[in-house]
């Protein structure tokens, strides 16, 4: 899988991908993460970006023309799959999502700054838009981080067995049940007996009772409740 990430900020997205999974993904060669700095396409020879809003109010939104640039030559090189934009107004970002988008070859990230892009943009390129929560961010880096990396451990052979993501929190609408390692006993909380038995068709039984126990508890729209 190829990922090409359209920012005005690049430097906020080096560090999410150098390091763990995200490194060994694109060492192992199974994903490539390509930064973009939106500066590089800039109308003028100020660098320029984005200007001020038409009818008037406060903050910048990126230019239109220098996302065109951008866009068109990527899209020039390759097919993609997706052009997602990163915004608060998007559709909210679920697993399922991410194990729909794991399945793509080639996307684009778009990211928004300031009061976000000019919507002639979105109109343009943008083939779906995604919100990672009912909060607003700084601008759409950190929500693509979260994409690409929720995305990225989902490509067979990027986890081994053991961090398998078949495991993970809503793959099956649950929540994890707890987890624990040594030492067995820690100012008097002990591990629970049946996670040491060695029993582990047990063992099964007792995951899958305290994931639905927790997510009864923690998230019971999870389970239509
Ligand atoms: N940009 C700013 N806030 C965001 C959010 N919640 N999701 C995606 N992109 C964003």
Redesign the pocket.
């Given at each position: 899988m190829r990922i090409d990430i359209i920012t005005c900020v690049p430097d906020l997205l080096v560090s999410p991908f150098a390091h763990s999974i995200m490194q060994r993904a694109q060492d192992k060669g199974l994903a490539t993460v390509h930064l973009h700095n939106l500066r590089d396409y800039a109308i003028n020879k100020q660098a320029q970006i984005d200007d001020y809003m038409f009818g008037g109010g406060a903050g910048m939104v990126l230019m239109v023309e220098p996302i065109a640039k951008c866009i068109r030559g990527l899209q020039a090189e390759r097919d993609y799959d997706e052009v997602i934009?990163?915004?608060?107004d998007?559709v909210p970002?679920t697993q399922a999502a991410a194990n729909r988008l794991s399945l793509k070859q080639n996307l684009i990230l778009l990211?928004?700054h300031y009061k976000?892009i000019d919507e002639r943009a979105r109109e343009l390129f943008v083939t779906s838009e995604?919100?990672?929560?009912?909060?607003?961010?700084?601008?759409?880096e950190?929500?693509?981080a979260?994409?690409a990396d929720s995305v990225i451990r989902l490509i067979p052979g990027v986890l081994s067995d053991e961090t398998s993501a078949l495991t993970d929190s809503f793959q099956d609408q649950l929540l994890s049940p707890p987890v624990y390692t040594r030492p067995a006993s820690f100012e008097g909380l002990e591990v629970p007996e049946i996670l040491r038995s060695g029993d582990h068709k047990r063992i099964g039984q007792w995951r899958e009772q305290q994931a639905i126990q927790r997510t009864r508890q923690r998230r019971p729209d999870l389970l239509g409740e």
């Amino acid at each position: 899988m190829r990922i090409d990430i359209i920012t005005c900020v690049p430097d906020l997205l080096v560090s999410p991908f150098a390091h763990s999974i995200m490194q060994r993904a694109q060492d192992k060669g199974l994903a490539t993460v390509h930064l973009h700095n939106l500066r590089d396409y800039a109308i003028n020879k100020q660098a320029q970006i984005d200007d001020y809003m038409f009818g008037g109010g406060a903050g910048m939104v990126l230019m239109v023309e220098p996302i065109a640039k951008c866009i068109r030559g990527l899209q020039a090189e390759r097919d993609y799959d997706e052009v997602i934009y990163l915004t608060p107004d998007g559709v909210p970002y679920t697993q399922a999502a991410a194990n729909r988008l794991s399945l793509k070859q080639n996307l684009i990230l778009l990211c928004g700054h300031y009061k976000g892009i000019d919507e002639r943009a979105r109109e343009l390129f943008v083939t779906s838009e995604i919100s990672i929560g009912d909060y607003v961010i700084s601008g759409g880096e950190l929500a693509a981080a979260v994409v690409a990396d929720s995305v990225i451990r989902l490509i067979p052979g990027v986890l081994s067995d053991e961090t398998s993501a078949l495991t993970d929190s809503f793959q099956d609408q649950l929540l994890s049940p707890p987890v624990y390692t040594r030492p067995a006993s820690f100012e008097g909380l002990e591990v629970p007996e049946i996670l040491r038995s060695g029993d582990h068709k047990r063992i099964g039984q007792w995951r899958e009772q305290q994931a639905i126990q927790r997510t009864r508890q923690r998230r019971p729209d999870l389970l239509g409740e």
